[in-house]
């Protein structure tokens, strides 16, 4: 396996976890829950899903050939009026992750070199990908947070639970 492809299963994989992540978390929850907010200045879950869906759709689309901040983005925008029923809010967010895994299925080892540039700053595939890897996994690690914050008691950890390393380790590999 050649390094390019070996880095492209390795970040595909990690924006696949953060978006089982985000879609395991958004299973427990309400659309009230969805749209709740600690402080009248604090983004909601649906909030955050909008931006999250702005980023992708403006970083996402024609990849390759065209700087990652569109001209057609309202960034400031997407703090406002975000979808209202939960159904909304995650076929939003699908949306998004669709255009980034479409955008990752065309990369490949004859345009892995491209230049691409986001707010007209040159970046290499490989440091544009981490940028919105740490950008998504920040949100992404919001949205839990909340989450769980709405949840209480009834929270199910998407990831390993509190107390259940050792089972897990257990049965993903023998570490003994």
Not at 77 to 84: I, R, T, Y
Request: with cysteine; glycine share 6%; proline share 2%.
């Amino acid at each position: 396996m050649q390094l390019w492809e070996n880095y492209l299963t390795s970040v595909r994989f990690e924006f696949e976890r953060y978006k089982t992540l985000g879609d395991r978390t958004f299973q427990q929850l309400t659309e009230a829950d969805m749209h709740w907010r600690l402080h009248q200045t604090d983004n909601s879950i649906a909030i955050i899903t909008k931006h999250l869906v702005g980023n992708m759709r403006s970083r996402w689309t024609n990849f390759l050939t065209e700087d990652g901040e569109k001209n057609w983005r309202d960034r400031e925008g997407e703090f406002e009026n975000p979808p209202k029923s939960k159904a909304e809010i995650i076929a939003y967010w699908n949306s998004g992750w669709t255009c980034l895994f479409d955008a990752l299925d065309h990369l490949n080892g004859s345009n892995f070199d491209t230049i691409i540039t986001i707010r007209n700053e040159n970046h290499t595939i490989i440091e544009a990908l981490n940028r919105q890897l740490a950008h998504y996994a920040g949100h992404v690690g919001q949205i839990i947070l909340i989450g769980k914050m709405r949840t209480g008691a009834d929270w199910i950890s998407p990831s390993i639970p509190k107390g259940g390393t050792q089972a897990f380790n257990d049965k993903k590999v023998n570490l003994k």
